[in-house]
């Protein structure tokens, strides 16, 4: 999928003087990772809220994130919890 493309703070990214288009699959999961149900006006039950899952070790997080990427048309390959982090490999169908 082809979108704007955003910084890490999750601003437009106008570092070249101008709007970029990029692939951004993986911002539209960090979006979804970041967001808690309600913050997504048109959408309000969308959204993970991850910082509410951090000390989770239940898995439920895991569970929450795969549906919420599915439900935003996502094929979801694998979702892992490393000790480097979360990986997620998914793509839009």
Not at 9 to 20: F, K, R, T
Not at 26 to 32: E, K, P, T, Y
Not at 73 to 93: F, H, N, P, W
């Amino acid at each position: 999928m082809i979108d704007y493309k955003y910084t890490d703070d999750m601003d437009l990214d106008l570092s070249s003087g101008d709007l970029q288009y990029v692939e951004s699959s993986q911002q539209h999961i960090n979006s979804l990772l970041l967001a808690n149900k309600g913050d997504i006006r048109h959408s309000p039950s969308t959204g993970v809220g991850i910082v509410n899952y951090i000390n989770d070790e239940s898995g439920e997080s895991l569970s929450e994130i795969r549906k919420e990427l599915i439900a935003d048309g996502m094929r979801v390959d694998s979702i892992q919890l490393t000790t480097k982090g979360l990986k997620i490999e998914a793509q839009y169908v």
